[in-house]
């Protein structure tokens, strides 16, 4: 914690703007600090930034970390959002992703915050891991618990995970891509008719509950990380990330250095993310954008590859936005590497 805050000391300047419309607590496990801890990384930034009058604080938890005496201190600190790692509510579920909360816990942090008034809540969940009949329960009582934003993600297999092993194993089946595709399309046709908005494959709203900060990043604005592994953009060709080794981590701020490393992205890296994060989203890739920022010869190439997308029907352009049609939105990520110039 000493580390971080030497950090925000030292590299505050590096975002220009200091009105600052949303701070993310995340990236890990930030629920294990104290309320006290989580203050004081507030009223550190706050020395530096003007803090927006609607800003969003938003704080990474556990449910088995949401007890009522954090939560009562956590609704007077400041953070105003939680990103919950329910995953499940089922107790199959969890177990398969090796979860240290339960079913209970998933449901009982929800409604603890919820009386301590943090109502602007998302919640993860994991699709692919069972049966449609329990997904569809999960989905449910995601809507019973009036949760106004949902991430949910398909159930990947990481190497040396007990999950990879017991997949080895045959202890457990692995995911089935045509069933994690089935489970998105009614996931998304579900919400949709709850009053939620699709407006980023794995994101799903009520009206007014968009996450501020994942949606500066799909639109490529430019974020300051501080910590372990953070990241940070300066919103053009320039993207850096710190050391993940925590021990390396505060060595190097105790000795006024830090341990990170940079890439200078390329004209064609740029336009690469530009499509890869805009045709994610609801809103798009803005072809004057790219008419005004890349040479000729770049917006040829990716001319060339992307009229192949729109004869298949892939990609279809609308007032001047490029995107993906909601029924490929499964395969986006393989539809945007297509257009990736080399």
Do not use: C
């Not at 004081?40 to 938890?61: P, R, V």
């Not at 809103?283 to 997308?309: A, C, H, P, R």
Request: charged share 25%.
């Amino acid at each position: 914690m000493k580390a971080i805050h030497k950090e925000i000391d030292s590299r505050h300047h590096e975002l220009p703007d200091k009105h600052i419309k949303t701070l993310y607590l995340g990236g890990g496990t930030p629920s294990l600090l104290s309320v006290d801890e989580i203050k004081a990384l507030l009223d550190k930034s706050a020395q530096y930034y003007d803090f927006d009058s609607e800003i969003e604080i938003t704080l990474e938890a556990n449910p088995d970390d949401l007890n009522t005496s954090f939560l009562k201190e956590l609704s007077k600190s400041g953070v105003n959002r939680l990103s919950i790692g329910t995953q499940s509510f089922f107790e199959d579920d969890l177990k398969l992703m090796n979860r240290a909360h339960t079913s209970g816990e998933a449901e009982d942090s929800i409604k603890r915050a919820q009386d301590f008034g943090l109502e602007n809540i998302s919640i993860d969940l994991i699709y692919g891991s069972s049966s449609m009949p329990i997904w569809k329960e999960n989905l449910q009582k995601a809507i019973a618990l009036q949760i106004p934003h949902v991430s949910s993600y398909a159930l990947t297999v990481e190497p040396k995970t007990a999950l990879a092993k017991w997949i080895k194993d045959k202890v457990v089946k692995a995911p089935n891509e045509e069933v994690q595709n089935e489970e998105f399309y009614y996931m998304s046709e579900f919400l949709k008719e709850q009053g939620f908005i699709h407006y980023e494959i794995s994101n799903f709203a009520k009206e007014g509950f968009y996450s501020k900060h994942n949606s500066a990043y799909w639109k490529g604005k430019p974020y300051l990380g501080f910590g372990p592994s953070a990241h940070s953009y300066n919103g053009g060709n320039i993207r850096s990330w710190n050391i993940a080794n925590n021990a390396l981590y505060i060595k190097g701020l105790s000795e006024n250095t830090r341990n990170f490393e940079e890439e200078q992205l390329s004209p064609k890296d740029q336009l690469n993310e530009l499509v890869m994060i805009g045709l994610r989203t609801i809103w798009g890739v803005d072809m004057t954008k790219i008419q005004s920022t890349f040479e000729k010869d770049i917006q040829e190439e990716f001319l060339y590859l992307l009229n192949s997308k729109k004869e298949e029907g892939l990609i279809v352009e609308d007032s001047g936005y490029l995107k993906i049609p909601e029924k490929h939105w499964f395969l986006a990520d393989g539809i945007a590497s297509d257009l990736f110039l080399v």
